[in-house]
């Protein structure tokens, strides 16, 4: 274990399984302090069983009210903030355009964008107090090429980019860092969710729509929760203190869009 993490303050939201666990379990096994939140009631609890020492919220990020109650408990606990990592995220709906309901459409970008803003407008005085620090935002590689039958998704991951780049020139000057990762397809019951509900659009098999996913990437494999989180202890340790407002593709889709 090396100590460039060790006695960091960290917020990761989102992290009862998946992605999120994955990082927390990467910060806390480097020495971290780390305080998460979700609404899935269940897999806090497995989390606290593993990891007794991860602080928890249970907190909705869609729902300002409820991101400043996860800040007041974090820093209850933490007392203070030194990383952001801004995980959360839903699919939203798999249907074209026409098809997308109002109400599927506010409630991915409640969660996938606005929850980001909610989280980061109350992390920055926390992150300015310590001196600076680092925000990582949970993007995709839909937040950089289009995604056919997934406009909600697609246009609150590109807001993600947008903002990325935007908070990083406006907050460099406190010694802020702040970057995003996009990831292709990650192994795990959530993008088996995805792959069922493209299959079920487009009338194919799902091993179909997997095996596309595989083909249009560059690795041609499916990325693990565990690379996601060694990046994000990257951008948020020594190795980089220089970098800033970039949007870091882990195993990024060609130009070749799916139909």
């Known amino acids: 274990m090396t100590t460039a993490h060790t006695g960091m303050r960290v917020i990761v939201t989102a992290a009862a399984g998946g992605i999120g666990r994955a990082i927390a379990e990467a910060f806390a096994g480097a020495g971290a302090r780390v305080h998460v939140c979700d609404i899935d009631l269940a897999g806090l609890d497995n989390l606290i069983h593993a990891h007794p020492r991860i602080g928890t919220s249970v907190a909705d990020v869609s729902r300002p009210e409820q991101v400043d109650g996860l800040f007041e408990e974090a ?6 903030l030194d990383v952001l990592v801004n995980n959360a995220g ?12 109002p109400e599927e459409w506010s409630r991915t970008m409640a969660v996938n964008i606005d929850g980001q803003f909610y989280c980061i407008r109350r992390a920055v005085p926390h992150l300015k107090e310590a001196g600076g620090g680092a925000i990582v935002n ?24 947008g903002l990325t780049k935007t908070l990083a020139m406006e907050l460099g000057r406190d010694g802020i860092r702040v970057n ?10 959530r993008m088996d969710k995805v792959a069922a509900a493209e299959a079920r659009a487009k009338g194919v098999a799902e091993e179909e729509i997997r095996a596309g996913y595989a083909k249009q990437v560059s690795m041609q494999r499916f990325i693990e929760a565990r690379e996601i989180a060694e990046t994000v202890l990257f951008l948020t340790g020594e190795s980089g203190r220089s970098i800033s407002g970039q949007t870091l593709g882990m195993d990024d889709h060609t130009e070749t869009l799916r139909t």
């Not at 995003?180 to 019951?189: H, L, M, R, T």
């Open 90 to 101: 839903i699919a939203g709906p798999t249907a074209p355009v026409e098809e997308v309901a």
């Open 138 to 161: 949970i993007a995709s590689t839909a937040g950089v090429l289009g995604y056919p039958l997934r406009a909600p998704y697609a246009a609150s991951k590109w807001a993600v980019v």
């Open 75 to 80: 820093m209850e606990s933490l007392g203070g």
């Open 180 to 189: 995003a990762i996009c990831p292709g397809p990650v192994a795990g019951e």
